[in-house]
């Protein structure tokens, strides 16, 4: 069963609007597009003529802003051999861990452990997999909920942004090197959504993987919560500017593509 993408138009209207700081009242100032309206659409009533008044005060696309909401694109789906999407419940919510994996050597990291990481345990069985490492994106407690028992399983160190805390997890700085079997990961500090989030590069898959946690979704973003100026900046200049077929695995919704975010993602496409 296809992940369904994370966000809707409306959060999108809704996330880029907390980010910047604009009310209503100072959105219909800068649209043109009534109060009355501005809401309307926020609360999920598609209407093209506003959406296209408002899309640019917000620095969003319009055209794929509108695409979005009539659920006219989602990412295609990706399989490749090497990367493992494991999509458990937290709450009221569904999170992502990831698994990759030199397929020569058979040794794997694991990116979050989600909230449940059962899945990612008897996957790493059945298949013969070694957990050399674990690697967090951040601590949001829905990214680490099962990280406990992962890490007691597997044996495996706990890397995390020295920014964050996790008990356990040992401090790492962006630009850290690892490398599993003939796998090479890189640590890219992209916060923004939280303080210390990191976006791990690897390459030695046929087709370079980003997991990228809460700074990025298909079709969207995390949060701004801490910054959203740097959350928006760091995807610009650390995410996006990776060749078009790198597979990017958020920490929420589908797998997607650098080159489809730059074409269909609200926030990012120009």
């Known amino acids: 069963m296809a992940i369904p993408l994370e966000d809707n138009f409306d959060d999108i209207i809704g996330k880029a609007q907390r980010g910047l700081g ?19 659409v926020r609360d999920g009533k598609f209407d093209r003529a506003v959406l296209d008044q408002i899309a640019p005060a917000l620095q969003l696309d319009r055209d794929a802003l509108a695409e979005l909401a009539q659920e006219k694109w989602r990412p295609n789906e990706i399989r490749i051999d090497g990367l493992t999407q494991f999509n458990t419940a937290y709450d009221d919510m569904m999170v992502n861990a990831y698994l990759v994996w030199d397929p020569a050597s058979k040794e794997a990291v694991a990116f979050d452990s989600g909230a449940d990481c059962s899945a990612m345990l008897k996957h790493s069985q059945e298949s013969g997999l070694t957990i050399k490492l674990i690697l967090l994106t951040h601590a949001h407690p829905d990214h680490v909920a099962d990280l406990d028992r992962l890490a007691h399983t597997t044996g495996a160190p706990v890397y995390l942004s020295s920014r964050e805390n996790a008990r356990g997890a040992r401090a790492i700085e962006e630009g850290r090197a690892f490398t599993v079997g003939k796998l090479e990961i890189e640590s890219r500090l992209t916060w923004g959504h939280s303080p210390g989030g990191m976006t791990f590069v690897v390459r030695g898959l046929a087709r370079p993987v980003a997991i990228v946690g809460d700074s990025l979704f298909a079709g969207s973003m995390g949060g701004g919560n801490v910054s959203y100026e740097d959350a928006v900046r760091n995807n610009l200049e650390k995410i996006l500017t990776l060749p078009n077929e790198t597979i990017l695995g958020p920490g929420h919704g589908p797998m997607t593509t650098v080159g489809e975010e730059k074409r269909h993602n609200p926030f990012f496409a120009r």
């Open 22 to 40: 604009i009310s209503d009242i100072q959105l219909a100032e800068k649209s043109g597009a009534s109060v009355d309206a501005i809401r309307t």
